[in-house]
C-alpha cells in the first residue's frame, strides 16, 4: 500500500478537499479553456485594444449584474447594410443608393452611445451621404450630410449642432419622441435610418453599419477603451496558476536543497547559508520589485525571476533547517553512510523525502501568496506590458476610478477570481495538512 | 499503622478501550486483581500489551479518544469510578495514587528548578506554602538517596539517575498510598538500574508504601515483586504470588517467558516465543494466546474463565480448568 | 588472506570530540574512545560491555568509518582504515554491516520494504535488478522472513519490532560482509523477541563465518551470543576475557559490580539490596587521573589508583585486566 495513495483516499472524508480541489480544477479548466479559444497572440492583439472593439459599447456593466439588480438594460444593436435592402437609382456619372437601416427598440433606457461605420468599396471619389431619423411615430429629423472617406465613422451620438437642435444628447434625443427634455422617456417601436448616398463611380459600392450601443454587454462588461473584460479575467487565471506555481515551486525545491545542504555539511557552508539567508530576509522583496519593475522591466518572467531568486534564500531556510536538524541525526542516515551513500544521495534521497509530506501543504498554500504578489505588483502599475492579467484590470479599474464611476463590476470580478483562488488552494492545503502532518492528526 | 494484609486496591473488571482510525482498540479488556497495603505488584508485559493504559486507566490520565471506560475499582473504602473528574483529580491523583510515567525523567521542565517541580504537586493539591513544601521536598530528596543541594539545580545539571530520583521523589512528596511507576528503569544503566531499584526497596520497607510496578523485563521484576500480574493483549493472564510465578509458573505464556529470560549463571541458551502479539483492534476469538501456544486444545477457541488454583493464584488458561479451588 | 592473521586490529584507538564555543574556540574535548587496543579474529563473536557513554558505540562508529579516529589505527584486513579513499573505502564499507539499537528509526520512514534494501546495491553498482531482486530475496530468507512478497512492498511502520530488526540485519548482510558491527541490536525488542533475534545473529555469523561485534549494557545475555567480552569503562577496555571466564572469575572491581547488580531471576532478588559503587561515571570531558574507577572503586589503593594508570595485567590465562590490584606488589 502506497503511502500518498493511501493519503489521497484519506483525502476524500475533508469537505474542505474536495471544495478546495473543486476550485483548483475549475480553475485549471478555465485556464486550458482559455489557452485553447484564445491563443497567446490573439489575446496579445486584443488586449492591445483599437477598432476591432469599435462595435462594444463603453464602460457596460455585465449582463448578469444588471438582471441580478432586476434592471433590463438594453444591449448594443447591430443593423448592417449587407442584411438590408438597397434601392439603386442611376444617373449620369454615378448612382443614388438609398439604405434604410431599420431596427426595432424596446428597452425602457436609452441607448449608450449611436455610430455609423462607412466603408466605400471601389471607388476613386469620395460617395456622398446623407441621414434621416425616422422615429416610429413617423418623425423624420435630418442628421445631416456629408463627404465620405473610404473608412468612415460618424458619431451621430457627438454631433453638436444636431445636440443644438434636439436640446439633448442625441442618443437620448433621438429616442425620446415628445417626452419633455428634462425627464425624456423612451419611444418604443421600430426606428429607422435612412441614408441616402450619392456614389460616382460605375462599381462603387457603400457599406454601412449602424451600432446602437447598449448600457450592458455580456459576462464581464466592458471597459473604457471598449475591451471585452472578459478576455483579460480569463487570461488573467493561466498567468496567475502559472505565476504562483512557478514561484512556489522555484523558492520551495531550490530552497530545500539549500537548506539541507547546509544542515548536512554543517560548519562553514551551513554558516554561509545562515548568514546570507540573514540578510536576505531584511531585504524588502516589494519596493526590490518596483524598483526593477521601473528601472529595467516589468516583463512578468523578469518578476518571477527576481521573486525567485529572491525567494531562495528567505525564511524557508529557517524553518527548513529547523526540520531536517533532528533528521540529519536519525539512524537511518548513519545505516546511510555506513553502507556508503554518497552525501548528494543522503540529501536528495534520505533527508529531503523525510520532510516532503509535511512540505505539501505548504506548498498548496504558497501558491496563492504568489498570485497575490503577481497582483499587487499589477496594480501598483508593474504589472506585464503585454499581457492581460487580473491585477491589470483592478489597475485600470483604479486609473478609472471605476467604484467612483460606480462600474463596480470592474473591480469585483477580478476580485472575486483572486480570493476564488486564494480560498481554493488554502481550503486545499489545509486539508492536505490535516492528512500529512502528523502532528495535527488526531489518533 | 494499618494492618498489612487490609486490601488498598481492588480492580474488577476495568476496561479501556481507545477509538482509533482502524477501529476499536481493547488496550485494557477487563483486567481484575487487588493490592494490599506495603504490597509491591508487578504488572509484566510485552509492549504493547495494554500495561501502560492499565496505569493510565487507574491514575485516569486518558487521551482523547477513549471508546469505553468502566469497571470498578475500590481503593480503600472508596469508590474511585464513581468520583467525577473534579474530585477524582482533588482527592485522588497525588494525594493517594501517583504515577510516575514512562520517560518522565526526559519530561521535566527544563526552566524550573527540580526542587520547585517536585513541590508543585504540594503547592497545587494541598495548596502548601513554598517554604513547607521545600521542606518536604528537602525530606523526600534524602530518602531517594538525591542530595539536598540539588533543589536549586536544573534538570540538565543531572544524570539521568538523578532526574529518575527526582520524579520519584515528586511521586513520593504527597506521601500517597499507592505509587504506580511505569517503567521507571528501562532507559537507564545497570549499575543506575541497581540502585533505583534500591531505593524503591528501602522506600517500600520503610515508609509502607504499596507500589504497582510496570514492566516488560521480568529481571527488572523479581527485584521489587511481592506479586506478578502477567498481562497479554489487554488481559490479565496469570496472576500469582512472585515465588510461584518465578520458579512455578502456570500458564503457557508465563512458561516460555521465563524460559526466555537469559540468566547470567545458566549453561543452556535461553529459548523464545515464536510470532507476533495479536492486534487489540481485533483480537483473536477465544484464548488471545493460542496461535503462539505450544499446548494449544479444541477448548482454547473459546474464551477461557481466569481459574483460581489456589486462593491467591488465578490463571486464564483452559489447561487448569479441573484445579479451579 | 591469511588464516589466523586477525581480521581488524584497533592499536592506541582514540576518537575524541572537540567542542567548541561560538563555532571555533576550542574549549575542550570529549574522549569518547581514549586509548583501546583489541584484534578480532576472523569468524569470532565478541562483545562490548559498559554503561551508556562508555564509548562503546563512538567506537562501534568509529570502526565503521563514521568518526575519523584522533590518533591510533584501525587495520582491517591488512588494510590502514583511515588511508581508504574512494573505491578503496566503498569496498570497506561494504565488508562491514551495521546493526543498529533502534530497527524503526534504522529504516527510512519513507521508503517500502524492496526500495530500501536495493539502495545499499545500488550503490555499490549492482545495476540489473534482476540481481537485486534476487539478492535481496536470498537474504530475506537468511533472516527467515516469511511471507516475502508481502512485506517486500510495506512500509517500516507496517512491520513489528521484530520484522524490522530481520529487515536491518538483513540490509546489513546484502553486501556480503566480512564483519558485522551490531549496536545493542536488541536492546528496544521485547524479551520474547529478544533470543530470537540473538540467535538469529549468532546462526547466521557462525554459517557464514563472520566477526560479530556485538555493543550491549546486559551483561546477562552475552553467555550464549559471544565468545569473547570486552568490558569498557569511560572510553578504556578495562578487562578482557572469553565468556565463561569473565562471567565466573570478573577480575576487575568494575566488571564485578556489574555483575553484582545483575542477578538471576528470583523471588528472593525483592528482599536485598544490592551492592552498586557510588556515584557516577566520569565526565568524559575530564576524566579522573590514575585508573578511571579509582573515585567509585570499593577497593582503590589511595597513592596509586587516583595517581598512575593502571597497565594491563593478566591475572588469568587469556584474562586480561587494567588494575593495580593485581599487582604483585598489591598481592591479588
Not at chain 1, 9 to 15: A, C, D, G, S, T
Not at chain 1, 137 to 155: C, K, P
Not at chain 2, 302 to 321: G, K, Q, T
Not at chain 3, 254 to 261: I, K
Amino acid at each position: 500500500m502506497n503511502r500518498w495513495a493511501a493519503g489521497l483516499r484519506e483525502l476524500k472524508q475533508y469537505p474542505s478537499a474536495i471544495g478546495g480541489l473543486a476550485i483548483i480544477l475549475f480553475l485549471i479548466g478555465l485556464s486550458l479553456y482559455t489557452v485553447v479559444t484564445i491563443p497567446y497572440s490573439e489575446a496579445l492583439d486584443k488586449w492591445r485594444g483599437g477598432e476591432q472593439w469599435r462595435m462594444h459599447p463603453v464602460n457596460a456593466g455585465p449582463v448578469w449584474a444588471d438582471r441580478l439588480a432586476g434592471g433590463d438594460k438594453p444591449r448594443t444593436q447591430v443593423v448592417r447594410s449587407t442584411e438590408t435592402e438597397i434601392r439603386e437609382v442611376p444617373f449620369e456619372g454615378g448612382r443614388q443608393v438609398r439604405i434604410p437601416l431599420e431596427f426595432d427598440y424596446h428597452n425602457g433606457e436609452f441607448p449608450s452611445e449611436i455610430n455609423l461605420f462607412l466603408r466605400t468599396l471601389d471607388s476613386s471619389r469620395q460617395a456622398f451621404v446623407r441621414l434621416n431619423w425616422k422615429t416610429p411615430s413617423g418623425e423624420t429629423i435630418a442628421l445631416g450630410g456629408q463627404r465620405v472617406a473610404r473608412d468612415d465613422r460618424i458619431s451621430i451620438s457627438q454631433n453638436p449642432s444636431l445636440e443644438g437642435r434636439l436640446g439633448m444628447v442625441p442618443h437620448i434625443g433621438l429616442f425620446a419622441g415628445d417626452s419633455p427634455p428634462d425627464a425624456p422617456e423612451v419611444e418604443k417601436g421600430r426606428y429607422r435610418l435612412v441614408l441616402d448616398a450619392i456614389l460616382f463611380d460605375e462599381d462603387a459600392r457603400l457599406e454601412a453599419d449602424l451600432a446602437v450601443y447598449g448600457r450592458v454587454h455580456g459576462v464581464a462588461g466592458t471597459d473604457y477603451q471598449r475591451r471585452n473584460l472578459m478576455v483579460a479575467l480569463m487570461w488573467g487565471t493561466p498567468v496567475a496558476l502559472a505565476f504562483g506555481l512557478l514561484a512556489a515551486v522555484g523558492t520551495t525545491i531550490t530552497t530545500l536543497i539549500i537548506a539541507a545542504t547546509g544542515v548536512w555539511f554543517r560548519g562553514i557552508v551551513d554558516a554561509t547559508i545562515q548568514r546570507l539567508t540573514e540578510v536576505n530576509i531584511i531585504l524588502p522583496l516589494l519596493p526590490i520589485l518596483v524598483m526593477v519593475g521601473t528601472l529595467y522591466s516589468t516583463s512578468i518572467w523578469l518578476m518571477l525571476g527576481v521573486v525567485i531568486v529572491l525567494g531562495i534564500f528567505s525564511a524557508g531556510i529557517k524553518t527548513y533547517r529547523a526540520m531536517l536538524l533532528p533528521i540529519r541525526e536519525a539512524p537511518y542516515i548513519e545505516a546511510a553512510r555506513a553502507y556508503g551513500a554518497s552525501n548528494a544521495r543522503i540529501i536528495m534521497r534520505y533527508m529531503i523525502p523525510r520532510i516532503l509530506p509535511v512540505l505539501i501543504p505548504t506548498f498548496v498554500t504558497l501558491i496563492p501568496t504568489f498570485v497575490f504578489l503577481e497582483a499587487s505588483l499589477a496594480v501598483l502599475g508593474l504589472g506585464d506590458p503585454v499581457l492581460p492579467t487580473w491585477g491589470k484590470v483592478l489597475n485600470d479599474a483604479q486609473e478609472q476610478s471605476a467604484l467612483y464611476n460606480g462600474f463596480y463590476y470592474w473591480v469585483i470580478s477580478p476580485a472575486v477570481l483572486l480570493m476564488l483562488t486564494g480560498l481554493g488552494f488554502a481550503m486545499f492545503g489545509f486539508a492536505l495538512d490535516r492528512v500529512f502532518n502528523p502532528r495535527l492528526r488526531t489518533q | 499503622m494499618t494492618d498489612a494484609t487490609e486490601t488498598l486496591l481492588r480492580v474488577e473488571d476495568l476496561r479501556l478501550h481507545y477509538q482509533t482510525r482502524r477501529g476499536v482498540a481493547r488496550a485494557v479488556d477487563g483486567v481484575s486483581f487487588d493490592l494490599r497495603r506495603n504490597e509491591a505488584l508487578v504488572i509484566l508485559g510485552e509492549s504493547g500489551c495494554g500495561k501502560s493504559s492499565l496505569a493510565k486507566a487507574l491514575m485516569r490520565v486518558l487521551p482523547r479518544n477513549v471508546q469505553h471506560f468502566g469497571g470498578h475499582v475500590m481503593l480503600g473504602e472508596t469508590d474511585i469510578m464513581a468520583l467525577n473528574d473534579e474530585r477524582f483529580r482533588r482527592e485522588i491523583q497525588w494525594n493517594r495514587i501517583a504515577l510516575v510515567m514512562q520517560a518522565a525523567m526526559n519530561a521535566l521542565n527544563p526552566v524550573v528548578r527540580v526542587g520547585e517541580q517536585v513541590a508543585e504537586p504540594l503547592r497545587v493539591h494541598r495548596g502548601w506554602s513554598k517554604e513547607r513544601a521545600l521542606e518536604r521536598v528537602a525530606e523526600t530528596f534524602r530518602k531517594v538517596g538525591v542530595s539536598t543541594d540539588f533543589i536549586q539545580r536544573y534538570p540538565f545539571e543531572l544524570s539521568g539517575g538523578m532526574r529518575q530520583r527526582v520524579v520519584l521523589a515528586m511521586a513520593l512528596v504527597t506521601e500517597p498510598d499507592l505509587v504506580i511507576l511505569d517503567e521507571p528503569t528501562s532507559a537507564l544503566d545497570v549499575l543506575t538500574q541497581a540502585a533505583i531499584m534500591n531505593v524503591l526497596k528501602r522506600i517500600k520497607r520503610d515508609e509502607g508504601t504499596s507500589f504497582i510496578l510496570i514492566t516488560h523485563d521480568v529481571a527488572t521484576s523479581s527485584e521489587l515483586a511481592d506479586r506478578v500480574a502477567l498481562m497479554y493483549a489487554g488481559q490479565i493472564v496469570e496472576f500469582s504470588d512472585a515465588r510461584q510465578f518465578f520458579h512455578d509458573p502456570a500458564h503457557p505464556y508465563s512458561k516460555m517467558l521465563m524460559d526466555s529470560v537469559p540468566r547470567l549463571h545458566q549453561p543452556e541458551a535461553p529459548g523464545h516465543i515464536p510470532g507476533e502479539p495479536p492486534d487489540l483492534i481485533n483480537p483473536p476469538a477465544g484464548c488471545r494466546f493460542a496461535d503462539r501456544c505450544p499446548s494449544r486444545f479444541e477448548r482454547c477457541d473459546r474464551d477461557p474463565d481466569a481459574f483460581s488454583l489456589d486462593e491467591r493464584r488465578r490463571v486464564r488458561c483452559w489447561l487448569h480448568e479441573g484445579e479451579d479451588a | 588472506m591469511t588464516a589466523g592473521s586477525p581480521l581488524l586490529q584497533a592499536s592506541n584507538l582514540h576518537t575524541w570530540f572537540e567542542l567548541r564555543q561560538w563555532g571555533f574556540l576550542r574549549v575542550g574535548s570529549v574522549r569518547a574512545v581514549d586509548g583501546v587496543n583489541f584484534a578480532l579474529a576472523r569468524g569470532e563473536s565478541v562483545a562490548f560491555v559498559g554503561e551508556s557513554g562508555c564509548g562503546k558505540s563512538s567506537l562501534a562508529r568509529t570502526l565503521l568509518g563514521l568518526h575519523r579516529p584522533t590518533r591510533g589505527e584501525v587495520t582491517f584486513d591488512g588494510e590502514e582504515l583511515s588511508t581508504l579513499k574512494g573505491k578503496a573505502r566503498q569496498r570497506y564499507l561494504a565488508r562491514v554491516g551495521y546493526v543498529q539499537q533502534d530497527p524503526f528509526g534504522a529504516l527510512p520512514p519513507f521508503m517500502d520494504v524492496r526500495r530500501l534494501l536495493n539502495e545499499p546495491l545500488i550503490i555499490h553498482g549492482v545495476r540489473d535488478p534482476a540481481a537485486r531482486e534476487e539478492r535481496i530475496r536470498r537474504v530475506l530468507e537468511e533472516v527467515r522472513l516469511t511471507r516475502v512478497d508481502e512485506i517486500l512492498s510495506k512500509f517500516p511502520h507496517m512491520l513489528s519490532g521484530g520484522q524490522q530488526q530481520r529487515i536491518v540485519i538483513a540490509r546489513a548482510l546484502l553486501l556480503e560482509p566480512a564483519m558485522i558491527i551490531a549496536d545493542e541490536p536488541v536492546s528496544m525488542l521485547d524479551a520474547s523477541v529478544r533470543v530470537e533475534i540473538l540467535n538469529l545473529l549468532r546462526n547466521i555469523q557462525r554459517e557464514r563465518e563472520l566477526t560479530l561485534a556485538f555493543i550491549t549494557h546486559d551483561l546477562s545475555t552475552v553467555r550464549h551470543f559471544a565468545d569473547r567480552i570486552f568490558v569498557m569503562y569511560a572510553g578504556r577496555i578495562v578487562e578482557q576475557a572469553p565468556v565463561d571466564e569473565l562471567l565466573d572469575h570478573p577480575q576487575h572491581p568494575y566488571t564485578q559490580s556489574l555483575l553484582a547488580a545483575i542477578a538471576d531471576v528470583d523471588a528472593d532478588n525483592a528482599l536485598e539490596e544490592r551492592d552498586v559503587p557510588g556515584g557516577e561515571p566520569p565526565s568524559l570531558l575530564n576524566p579522573p587521573p590514575g585508573c578511571r574507577f579509582h573515585p567509585r572503586c570499593p577497593k582503590a589503593i589511595a597513592g596509586t589508583c587516583d595517581v598512575r594508570e593502571p597497565p594491563r595485567f593478566a591475572p588469568r590465562e587469556g584474562h586480561y585486566s587494567d588494575c593495580w590490584l593485581h599487582d604483585e606488589r598489591h598481592g591479588s
